[in-house]
């Protein structure tokens, strides 16, 4: 356990020198928020990471979180946040634990975490994402749809509408998804000013997110270490 701590730690350590080095880089005095993905991983990495000072939790499938959710010790002090493709039905429980919800990508998910949320009379905040390669296998809209998703949001009673989310396609170079992703980004902004966030960038491509605007990077392997075969 000590060790897996002290593993955790430098891993840590690690990334936020990247981002700081890759701020600099970018001429960035604003902050960043890192978003630790824990998916596939135990509700003591969790509790871990918050003590060693983590304040943002990432996951991406309802049961394994909700289920997560419930055995940590130091809940009060994270900000859960859900990252992956979510279906309808699963609405109700994802607003019981998620204070942030990144992958609303239609109108009708939309509609249901709204109404999900004011059974549990929470506010939410919410991510429109954006799919920057065209394929919508693994969520987000067409970039066309967003300002309309956006404006679907930002309707809400009880979803606080803070910008967009993207995942840069598989296999090619981030930076013209980035890029894309920050224009439009801006254009949402334009009419949603406190729609903000640029929730972008991962393990592999944190510098070119930060390049290109990310506010919010969602970090899992580097932190975490590779999938574990089985648990
Ligand atoms: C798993 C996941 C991440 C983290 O990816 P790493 O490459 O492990 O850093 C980020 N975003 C989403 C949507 C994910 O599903």
């Given amino acids: ?26 001429g960035r005095s604003d902050p ?16 871990l990471l918050a003590e060693l000072g983590v304040t943002d939790v990432g996951e991406n499938r309802d049961q394994e979180a909700a289920e997560k959710v419930t055995r940590l010790a130091h809940r009060e002090r ?28 239609r109108p009708k998910l939309v509609g249901a975490l709204d109404r999900a949320a004011g059974r549990e009379g929470r506010v939410l905040d919410a991510l429109v994402q954006v799919a920057l390669d065209g394929a919508e296998g693994r969520g987000g809209a067409p970039p066309e ?7 679907l949001v930002a309707a809400s009673a009880n979803l606080r509408l803070r910008g967009l989310m993207a995942v840069a396609p598989l296999g090619q170079d981030p930076h013209p998804a980035f890029a894309r992703l920050h224009e439009l980004a801006g254009r949402v902004r334009a009419e949603h000013p406190d729609a903000g966030w640029v ?33």
């Fill in 1 to 26: 356990m000590t060790d897996r701590r002290a593993e955790l730690a430098q891993r840590l350590a690690a990334v936020r020198r990247r981002i700081e080095v890759a701020s600099e880089a970018a």
């Fill in 32 to 47: 960043v928020s890192l978003v630790v993905v824990t998916k596939f991983f135990p509700a003591s990495d969790v509790d």
């Fill in 78 to 105: 994270l900000r859960v946040h859900f990252i992956g493709q979510l279906q309808t039905n699963k609405a109700g429980s994802v607003a019981r634990y998620a204070d942030v919800v990144h992958s609303l990508d």
């Fill in 145 to 151: 749809r967003v300002p309309q998703l956006a404006d």
């Fill in 199 to 231: 929730s972008a960038g991962m393990s592999g491509d944190l510098e070119a997110a930060i390049e290109h605007g990310a506010t919010h990077l969602r970090v899992g392997s580097a932190i975490l270490g590779s999938r574990p075969s089985h648990g």
